[in-house]
């Protein structure tokens, strides 16, 4: 079973300014099927990124994923006040699925 | 246009079984490749998968919950059913449902939710 785990647990940024979440598996994920969700209080959560580094459709340029492996990022590039959310990255490459605890970032 | 919606008790008492239904629209299950899962949300918690049934009646279940949970789907219904056992207070979440494609890009589309306490 993998386990995820993500870093920061909170993230405190101004708009405008670049955000880096990192999340890291166990052991290596499989053909990169590692996504990002971002969830905002009340909502379901929406995907982001696939496969490590495909945007969703409909997503935003400013959002890019990286990594591989056992070692994953999520950057958003300028933060937009809509930005500021929970953001949690998950594994489907072998099941058990997993996802990681959350980075919470907030506005400075 | 791709929907899921779950239904369920929204209260259920120590020890009871809970059943969980995801009606969804917009897809069928029975398409190759084509899988619906279930995750939950403790009130202020991050996500935690439970669940997995696929289009060839695969399943796969949370190793900490497997001896409680049961997943099931009617493709002529266009449903799948999740069943958790001996409900604790600790199981009080927001209830999700979840598809993930042939194209494996992840859960493209969710449901909203539907909230579970346990009390008695």
């Known amino acids: 079973e993998i386990v995820l785990t993500q870093s920061p647990g909170t993230l405190s940024l101004s708009p405008g300014e670049r955000a880096t979440l990192s999340c890291r598996a166990s052991?290596?994920?499989?053909?990169?099927?590692l996504a990002w969700y971002q969830q905002k209080p009340g909502q379901a959560p929406r995907l982001l990124i696939y496969?490590?580094?495909s945007r969703a459709t409909g997503i935003p340029d400013r959002f890019s994923g990286s990594g591989s492996g056992t070692d994953f990022t999520l950057t958003i590039s300028r933060l937009e006040p809509e930005d500021f959310a929970v953001y949690y990255c998950?594994?489907?490459?072998?099941?058990?699925?997993?996802f990681g605890q959350g980075t919470k970032l907030e506005i400075k | 246009q791709v929907t899921l919606k779950e239904s369920g008790p929204a209260l259920v008492k120590p020890t009871q079984t809970l059943t969980l239904t995801c009606t969804f629209s917009?897809?069928?299950?029975?398409?190759?490749?084509?899988?619906v899962s279930w995750i939950r949300q403790p009130p202020g918690k991050a996500l935690e998968w439970l669940a997995r049934?696929?289009?060839?009646?695969?399943?796969f279940y949370s190793t900490s919950l497997k001896t409680r949970l049961t997943i099931s789907k009617d493709t002529s219904k266009n449903q799948v059913v999740l069943t958790m056992t001996d409900m604790d207070p600790v199981d009080t979440a927001t209830y999700y449902c979840?598809?993930?494609?042939?194209?494996?890009?992840?859960?493209?589309?969710w449901g909203q939710g539907t909230l579970v306490t346990v009390s008695s």
């Open positions: 979840a598809r993930m494609s042939t194209a494996m890009v992840g859960f493209d589309y």
């Open positions: 917009g897809f069928s299950l029975s398409t190759i490749g084509m899988r």
């Open positions: 052991q290596s994920v499989s053909s990169s099927y």
């Open positions: 496969g490590a580094s």
């Open positions: 049934i696929d289009w060839d009646d695969d399943k």
């Open positions: 998950q594994q489907y490459g072998s099941s058990p699925y997993s």
